[in-house]
Every structure is written in C-alpha cells, then in structure tokens.
C-alpha cells in the first residue's frame, strides 16, 4: 500500500505544476497585456506629439508670414494717402511751365520735394507706374479713363496719360488712369 500513496503525492505534484504553469501563463498573458496596452498609450502620445509638433510649426509659419506681409504692407493705406500729395506736386510743375529767373527757387523746391517722396515711397517698396502714349493697356496695372477713336493709332493702345499708378511691393497700389484708343480702322 505504500505505492498507491506515492502515486498521490505524484499527482498532487503535477496538479501543483500545473496550477502553478497556469499561473505563469496567466501573468504573462497579463504582461502581454499590459505590454500592449503601453505600445497603444506610446504610439497614441507619439501620434498626440506629432501633431502638436506639425500644429507649432504650421503656426510658426503662419505668424513668420503674417509678420512679412504686415512689415510689407502695413503701411498700404497711408501711402494711398500720401498718393494725391505726389499727384499735387506733378501738377504743380506742370502748371508753372517753363523754368524762369524769377520762378527757379519755387520750382527747385518743388521738384526736390518731389523727388523725395519718391525716393521715400521706393524705400518702401512703392514703385511709380509710368505708361507711355503709345503703350499697350494692361488692365492689371492700368484704368481705362476714356476710350476714343483716334486715328493712326491700334485699338488697345494708351493715348493719354491722366495719372500715374504705384505699386506696394507685388501688389498694385493704384492703376494708372489712362485714356485708351478705340480706333478700329
């Protein structure tokens, strides 16, 4: 009978392994687990950081594109004011007509005046646009005043030039004010 004793404690030995084999198995299925759910946490953080990364750097562009455009074109309704002060002072020139004796002081003055707000508005990036009779009209950078047919002339062609147009930096400021020819023969 001492066989049969033996033979319990052998089972009671394998179901104690086999208890303690589940056991095992359990905690690492467990790990395994936990193992997973700290990929998923890790690779949801480093998606998380990722776009806060992207969202920083789209915004550093933003706001370094915003800066440039305000340093160009901040100033773009004062230099629209300062235009019919450039406009006053052509026109004073023209209406003095020829440099005389008596007339050269105001008209030197008048011109060094001028010449300096232009030099002003091209450190600003304002930039005159000047068309000449004769020119072809571009609608993006000039305004058709009038339209006339007159002859020797191309349909499209600028007969007249009523005002000169500015550019700020790339953008247009103001279009030239031109007369156009509508001569067709």
């Given amino acids: 009978m001492a066989e049969p004793k033996d033979e319990e404690f052998l089972d009671d030995i394998e179901q104690a392994e086999a208890e303690a084999y589940e056991v095992e198995v359990e905690e690492i299925d467990d790990d395994e687990a936990e193992i997973e ?3 998923a946490e890790r ?8 776009r806060a990364l ?3 750097e789209n915004a550093r562009k933003r706001a370094d594109k915003q800066r440039k ?4 074109y901040g100033g773009t309704k004062l230099s629209r004011d300062m235009l019919p002060v450039y406009d006053n002072l052509k026109r004073a020139v023209e209406a003095m007509g020829e440099k005389t004796e008596e007339n ?3 008209f030197e003055g008048i011109e060094l005046t001028m010449r300096e707000l232009l ?3 091209r450190k600003h990036g304002i930039e005159p646009i ?4 004769g020119d072809k009209f571009d609608p993006n950078v000039h305004e058709a005043m009038f339209e006339a047919p007159v ?6 062609e600028i007969i007249q030039v009523s005002a000169e147009g500015f550019m700020l930096h790339d953008r247009l400021l103001r279009p030239a004010q031109v007369g156009v020819s509508s001569f067709t023969g």
């Fill in 69 to 72: 455009e305000a340093e160009n």
């Fill in 104 to 106: 050269a002081p105001l």
């Fill in 37 to 39: 759910a700290l990929r």
């Fill in 54 to 56: 992207a969202d920083a």
């Fill in 151 to 156: 002859p020797g002339t191309k349909a499209g």
């Fill in 130 to 133: 000047a068309p000449e009779v």
């Fill in 119 to 121: 030099n002003t508005f």
């Fill in 43 to 50: 690779d949801e953080m480093k998606d998380k950081w990722m």
